[in-house]
């Protein structure tokens, strides 16, 4: 069994920085894919930015060139470090990991743009 446990969230003005971290824990299959999803209130969840074992990203449209996903595959661990940021941004994120057709997600930390 597999847990994520994140941290780094918080409040933020606009244009600050904040970065995530999310750790995995138990049985970690060494080829997957992590990542993070956020959801707004009233909003649908939604892909943030992902990261293969081999190094490989994609991000959301809306965050390319501000955010950027990184991991350390033997700290079981993805971050995410966001620049210039907008109260858009502002939601609950949630770090995932994928193996196959397998997700396991964490418990969410809340990020707030707000002057």
């Known amino acids: 069994q597999v847990q994520l446990v994140e941290s780094g969230g918080g409040l933020v003005q606009p244009g600050g920085s904040l970065r995530l971290s999310c750790a995995a824990s138990?049985?970690?299959?060494?080829?997957?894919?992590m990542g993070w999803y956020r959801q707004a209130p009233g909003k649908q969840r939604e892909l943030v930015a992902v990261?293969?074992?081999?190094?490989?990203?994609n991000y959301a449209d809306s965050v390319k060139g501000r955010f950027t996903i990184s991991r350390d595959n033997a700290k079981n661990t993805v971050y995410l470090q966001m620049n210039s940021l907008k109260p858009e941004d502002t939601a609950v994120y949630y770090c995932?990991?994928?193996?196959?057709?397998?997700?396991?997600w964490g418990q969410g930390t809340q990020v707030t743009v707000s002057s």
């Open positions: 995932n990991l994928r193996v196959s057709v397998s997700a396991t």
């Open positions: 138990g049985s970690v299959f060494r080829i997957n894919v």
């Open positions: 990261i293969t074992s081999g190094g490989i990203t």
